[in-house]
């Protein structure tokens, strides 16, 4: 039997763990799905480095919500969310939220992302959207959820090639399932 987790808000001491979930996720979704020079470049020890410095600015940063779960005592998965960025008409994004391979199936994504909806509520926020890669697939996790795909765009990587990235909204937060 899988041991309970909890959520809670993220403190700057985090930072390492959230960052190493961050990177360790990147690899464990994206190897096959993104180019693997871009890939690499996105979770060497530079990259590491880099997002344990955001996460630590993230975690006291008044405009994000920075959430983790936690399992004996362990920073397994994330979640991110605050004012929407390039989300016209929308009030809030989720920025991130990833989790261990090893921790996937105990619902800990949904619990983060309701966690989530449930702040930026508090907050006045009354939709959501995020920017997802169109072969993730988390795309249909999202959709499942009651996420509606709102759009695309495509970002060029510098030597690799494209990403393509579907935007999925939800118009309620108060009906996220």
Do not use: C
Not at 4 to 30: C, G, I, K, M, N
Not at 74 to 81: D, E, K, L, N, Q
């Amino acid at each position: 039997m899988t041991p309970p987790f909890t959520v809670r808000p993220a403190v700057p001491a985090d930072a390492p763990a959230l960052a190493h979930v961050h990177t360790a996720s990147w690899q464990e979704t994206y190897t096959g799905l993104m180019p693997p020079d871009f890939l690499a470049r996105m979770t060497d020890g530079a990259a590491h480095e880099r997002r344990r410095q955001m996460w630590e600015g993230a975690a006291t940063d008044p405009a994000q919500i920075v959430l983790v779960a936690e399992q004996d005592g362990a920073v397994i998965a994330f979640a991110s969310g605050g004012p929407a960025r390039d989300h016209p008409g929308v009030d809030a994004e989720l920025y991130t939220l990833y989790a261990l391979k090893s921790a996937h199936g105990q619902g800990l994504g949904r619990a983060l992302l309701h966690a989530l909806a449930q702040e930026l509520q508090a907050g006045g926020a009354r939709n959501l959207a995020l920017w997802v890669l169109d072969v993730n697939p988390t795309r249909q996790w999202y959709a499942r959820l009651g996420g509606r795909e709102a759009g695309e765009k495509t970002q060029a990587i510098p030597g690799s090639g494209e990403l393509r990235e579907v935007r999925l909204v939800w118009d309620d937060l108060a009906r996220l399932r």
